[in-house]
């Protein structure tokens, strides 16, 4: 069973915008925290963004200014604005959630690319 199902990725100009969007599964209880992760080929899994049930944020450097997180508790839905796109953005973004449990969950990936 999927638990976080993401849309919104795909093909983008440089200078573009993108918004990525996760829906959590009903059967996730108590969600604290939400976020998003980026990886690429021979590369580590790195921060994007992440944001608590409390609305407190957090970016990765290279996202600050360009990138907005934001989240409907109501409908356990996380999204990502993404501006000004860069050719260095482009990589599989995963979904990530946990819960006040200490559980964790992960999305299948959404690829975005950047290029002209």
């Known amino acids: 069973q999927v638990q976080l199902v993401e849309s919104g990725g795909g093909l983008v100009q440089p200078g573009g915008t993108l918004r990525l969007s996760c829906a959590a599964a009903r059967s996730i209880f108590s969600i604290n925290a939400m976020g998003w992760y980026r990886q690429t080929p021979g590369k580590q899994r790195e921060l994007v963004a992440l944001i608590t049930s409390g609305a407190n944020t957090n970016y990765a450097d290279s996202a600050k200014g360009r990138f907005t997180i934001s989240r409907d508790n109501a409908k356990n839905t996380v999204y990502l604005q993404m501006n000004s796109l860069k050719p260095e953005d482009t990589a599989v973004y995963y979904c990530?959630?946990?819960?006040?449990?200490?559980?964790?969950?992960w999305g299948r990936g959404t690829q975005v690319t950047v290029s002209s």
């Open positions: 990530y959630a946990t819960t006040t449990t200490y559980r964790a969950y």
